[in-house]
Each structure stands twice: as C-alpha cells, then as structure tokens.
C-alpha cells in the first residue's frame, strides 16, 4: 500500500513563499513520476506541476510557471514544491500525487494513481 503524507501548507501573505513537501511510502518512488495538484472551493481539481520518475524534466500550469518549482529527492523518497509569489488564486488544497511507472511529466488527473490526503494552502490578500 503507498501512502502519500503532505506537510508544510499553512497562511500565507500574498506575495509570500510556502514549500510542500511530500513524503512517500513504498519501495518503487524512484521509479514512478510524481507530482502536485490542487483544488479550490467550487472548482475542478487541476495539474499544478509534475516531475519525470528520473528527476530529469518538469511540467508546470501555466498560470504557476516562474512561481512555483517541483523536485525530488529520491534518497527520502521525498517529492517538494517551493512556492513563491503566492497570489490569493493559488488558494486551495494541494495534493501530492504519484504518477506512471518510469513516467514522462503528465497533466491529466486520470493518469495518477495514487493521491495523498491534501494540505491546504490559503494566501491572504
């Protein structure tokens, strides 16, 4: 069974930083692409970043390119996402999740298979 446990949501002033991180069970992390989404009150969920199973590349939404950066450290088994000018927008619940086996970056939430609990991100204005 994997289990995904996500840390370090919080209030944050607009403009502020947060960094996510993710912790991962099971013995196949370093072989699987991970990721985050998010989602907020009354909407979809949606694709925030994710991360090649090799560390090797990232895939970012636009409206977080420049902002927000993905990574990986596979010796914690361990997935993070820095979070920078945060805007009152990128209020929402953060899901880390994980990916295809050996996997290129993807953005469809019906190509994750696992999903953490959530941690939820509130910018204030």
């Known amino acids: 069974q994997v289990q995904l446990i996500e840390s370090g949501g919080g209030l944050v002033q607009a403009g502020g930083s947060l960094r996510l991180s993710c912790a991962a069970s099971?013995?196949?992390?370093?072989?699987?692409?991970m990721g985050w989404f998010r989602q907020a009150p009354g909407k979809e969920r949606e694709f925030v970043a994710t991360i090649r199973w090799s560390g090797e590349g990232a895939s970012y939404a636009d409206s977080v390119k420049g902002r927000f950066t993905i990574s990986r450290d596979d010796a914690k088994n361990t997935v993070y996402l820095q979070m920078n000018s945060l805007k009152f927008e990128d209020t929402a619940v953060y899901y880390c999740?994980?990916?295809?086996?050996?996997?290129?970056?993807?953005?469809?939430?019906?190509?994750?298979?696992?999903w953490g609990q959530g941690t939820q991100v509130t910018v204030s204005s």
């Open positions: 099971g013995r196949t992390f370093t072989q699987h692409a």
């Open positions: 999740v994980r990916g295809p086996l050996f996997g290129d970056t993807w953005s469809r939430p019906r190509d994750v298979d696992y």
